[in-house]
């Protein structure tokens, strides 16, 4: 007979020794700042244009090209001197002094030759394709204007039509919507399930080798069974996970709550001081105003649905459960880390068989692959909850997915326990998986 009173000691045990340290402090308050960091530096890459502007000679022997690409980039595309030679410029370009030169010969506008572009390869792909841009949008400009093409048909062909991405929910209601974001979303959320699955299934694990190789676990077992001694620690550890988790989540939430007000509030003070010194009276004697509230409702979409959080929880505690008990049965049957690795591999391969594919279901998570990932209790804590947030997975595919992944938890820790009775007394020797196998019909 199970003793929980045993057990539920076990888990305070477990669970205060390893929240009060500092690793997990540590790592359980600065992981957000480090995300947040990221991505703001990120932002900042992106936005940011620090670096001096390129300069570009360009040699057209059109003489259609250079102004328009002037207009366009006055600073970038510089015209060749009149006491210049093609040598003096690619001297210019060895010495840096110079990024480059395009040359449009005669038949360029006409027969449709490829223009060249000689440079010292400091731009990079960037660059190039900018470059790129510019000498397309210049060309189709000379060429439309050529065939007598109106301005309307111009203005079509330079027009660049919006898509607005809604999707409908469960209640049949449609709002705003991210593909790039859900699937990135769905990407960032897999990856940490995995972390979660296979970091704290390791530390679950030394955990036990470490209390068997300095015989602990015999004192211990003196007072409580072996399956008590495993549920415990399944427990502990798995309440420990679900603490750094809900720690997280709650400062994600509470960010982007406060994003949006806080957004608003510096983009209306911006904005208020901008309409002060450029309020003006018309010819109509009206006051020419600059708007002073800008749609944030974008921000909605990196909004959490609680009902997500909820299946979050449930597939992580399930999945957890379902790994670290095997994590705990592995720890057990050896003596070191070292004799660990030829167990490790057939545990692992579903983990990251479940991380690989996660990034083709945040692609088409409705297809073949991502249903059977989705169910499939080895891949289901991963792959379902980025399923579920990048589409409108049906609610019988997720009891569905659950239902599997109970019975899976449940013949798994059956498993476990009767690994982790036999080979937790047992030292000196590396037990093979026919021994394991031995152990199994035993016990």
Not at 144 to 170: G, H, K, M, Q, T
Not at 370 to 386: D, E, K, R
Request: hydrophobic share 50%; proline share 4%; charged share 20%.
């Amino acid at each position: 007979m199970i003793n929980f009173l045993k057990i539920w000691l076990i888990i305070k045990r477990e669970y205060k020794t390893r929240v009060q340290t500092k690793s997990f402090l540590l790592s359980t308050f600065l992981t957000p700042l480090l995300i947040l960091g990221f991505m703001g530096f990120v932002i900042f890459m992106t936005v940011s244009d620090n670096e001096a502007p390129k300069q570009v000679i360009v040699i057209d022997e059109t003489g259609r090209m250079l102004e328009p690409l002037t207009r366009l980039n006055a600073t970038r595309y510089q015209p060749i001197k009149a006491d210049q030679s093609i040598e003096q410029i690619r001297d210019l370009i060895m010495e840096d002094e110079l990024d480059g030169y395009v040359f449009f010969d005669q038949p360029f506008l006409n027969e449709g030759t490829p223009a060249t572009f000689v440079h010292n390869g400091s731009g990079g792909i960037t660059f190039f394709e900018s470059l790129r841009s510019d000498v397309r949008d210049v060309t189709r400009q000379i060429r439309l204007e050529d065939n007598d093409v109106s301005d309307a048909i111009i203005a079509i062909f330079e027009e660049r039509p919006a898509l607005e991405n809604r999707r409908l929910n469960e209640a049949g209601v449609d709002e705003q919507s991210n593909a790039v974001v859900s699937s990135l979303g769905g990407i960032f959320i897999g990856i940490f399930i995995f972390i979660g699955l296979f970091g704290y299934g390791a530390i679950l694990m030394r955990s036990v080798i470490e209390e068997k190789t300095s015989r602990i676990v015999e004192i211990i077992t003196s007072s409580v069974k072996p399956i008590e001694l495993m549920l415990g620690k399944l427990l502990g550890v798995c309440l420990v996970a679900l603490t750094q988790y809900s720690l997280w989540i709650v400062t994600y939430a509470g960010v982007t709550i406060l994003a949006a007000p806080v957004a608003q509030f510096f983009i209306n003070q911006r904005m208020g001081g901008l309409q002060n010194s450029l309020s003006t009276l018309d010819t109509t004697g009206t006051v020419a105003s600059v708007p002073s509230d800008i749609d944030l409702s974008f921000l909605e979409q990196f909004s959490i649905d609680p009902l997500f959080i909820l299946y979050f929880f449930v597939f992580f505690v399930l999945g957890f459960l379902m790994y670290c008990s095997i994590f705990a049965a592995i720890g057990a049957a050896v003596d070191s880390e070292q004799d660990s690795q030829q167990f490790m591999a057939p545990v692992m391969l579903p983990i990251f068989l479940g991380y690989i594919l996660n990034f083709r279901i945040a692609e088409a998570p409705d297809s073949t692959i991502a249903i059977v990932a989705s169910l499939f209790p080895l891949t289901s804590p991963i792959n379902m909850v980025t399923r579920m947030l990048v589409s409108n997975v049906p609610l019988w595919e997720v009891l569905l997915s659950i239902l599997l992944l109970i019975l899976s938890l449940i013949g798994m820790l059956l498993l476990a326990a009767r690994i982790y009775r036999t080979g937790i007394l047992m030292y000196g020797k590396k037990p093979t998986f026919r021994e394991l196998y031995k152990w199994i019909r035993q016990a």
